[in-house]
């Protein structure tokens, strides 16, 4: 199963499956308190909202999440996420993003996606390729994904 993520600089990403917008996100750059990213669905409801700060070394503060449309986020790092009922991602990035796979997403130790950088400058655009047709988290892992790019894609 393929997802397409692509977005310009400053304007947050949109992911794609067959050409229908399932999920997006929006960047706000706010000075001293920490960037704002937001996500949402294709209906336009506000998924999970996220303060970040620092650059190498991100803190996350999660400002506001939809319980009832997505699982609850319990912790957020660069490289892992912890949602409820024990649901966690782990993202390993290549060391330059030219090369592909750029990063590959773990689930209960297991790779269960690869993601290449298809176009890089001012436009951004991303292949997601998820392994399992059947997984059942893809919701939680789209999210994750757009909380870990979002701002990369501005910096």
Do not use: C
Request: charged share 30%; aromatic share 16%.
């Amino acid at each position: 199963m393929e997802f397409i993520i692509k977005g310009e600089f400053y304007r947050g990403l949109n992911v794609y499956k067959n050409n229908e917008l399932l999920l997006y996100s929006k960047f706000k750059h706010r000075w001293f308190r920490g960037d704002l990213i937001s996500i949402f669905d294709k209906d336009d409801n506000l998924l999970v909202e996220v303060s970040v700060s620092g650059m190498e070394n991100s803190e996350y503060l999660i400002r506001y999440q939809n319980k009832d449309l997505l699982e609850t986020i319990l912790s957020l790092s660069r490289n892992e996420i912890m949602f409820s009922r024990n649901i966690r991602f782990k993202l390993s990035q290549a060391w330059l993003a030219l090369i592909n796979p750029y990063a590959r997403v773990y689930y209960e130790e297991k790779e269960i996606a690869k993601i290449n950088l298809e176009r890089f400058m001012t436009f951004r655009q991303f292949s997601l390729h998820l392994k399992d047709e059947n997984f059942i988290y893809i919701n939680e892992l789209l999210v994750y994904f757009l909380l870990n790019q979002t701002r990369d894609n501005t910096e």
